[in-house]
């Protein structure tokens, strides 16, 4: 069964710390690029980060571009997401994404992944 599943959401203070994990299992992840979404409440799905099937490739929304960095480890089946002085409008939930087809990553687009974690929450408050 092809599953992706996101964890180490949580709660974290503001300027805090947390590392998401996206781990796949029924698929190997070598080939596919990686991208990190969230959603708050109210607000529509927005593309966070990406990272290309070799890792060459990353991409940053401008929102967390300097606090928020991607990586992978293709031996354990897994791609991270390192978020750093994380604010309250970090506040939503976190989800990973596969894509076959992407090299070079850019602004990310949902239509594009085919594989879909069920996400993970992450809340900034003091």
């Known amino acids: 069964q092809v599953q992706l599943v996101e964890s180490g959401g949580g709660l974290a203070q503001p300027g805090g710390s947390l590392r998401l994990s996206c781990a796949a299992s029924?698929?190997?992840?070598?080939?596919?690029?990686i991208g990190w979404f969230r959603q708050a409440p109210g607000k529509d799905r927005e593309g966070v980060s990406c990272i290309s099937a070799n890792g060459v490739s990353t991409y940053y929304a401008d929102s967390v571009k300097g606090r928020f960095t991607i990586s992978r480890d293709n031996a354990k089946n897994t791609v991270y997401l390192q978020m750093s002085t994380l604010k309250p409008e970090d506040t939503a939930v976190y989800f990973c994404?596969?894509?076959?087809?992407?090299?070079?990553?850019?602004?990310?687009?949902?239509?594009?992944?085919?594989?879909w974690g069920q996400g993970t929450q992450v809340t900034v408050s003091s």
């Open positions: 994404a596969a894509d076959r087809w992407t090299v070079l990553c850019g602004p990310l687009d949902s239509g594009d992944y085919h594989f």
């Open positions: 029924g698929f190997t992840l070598d080939y596919y690029a």
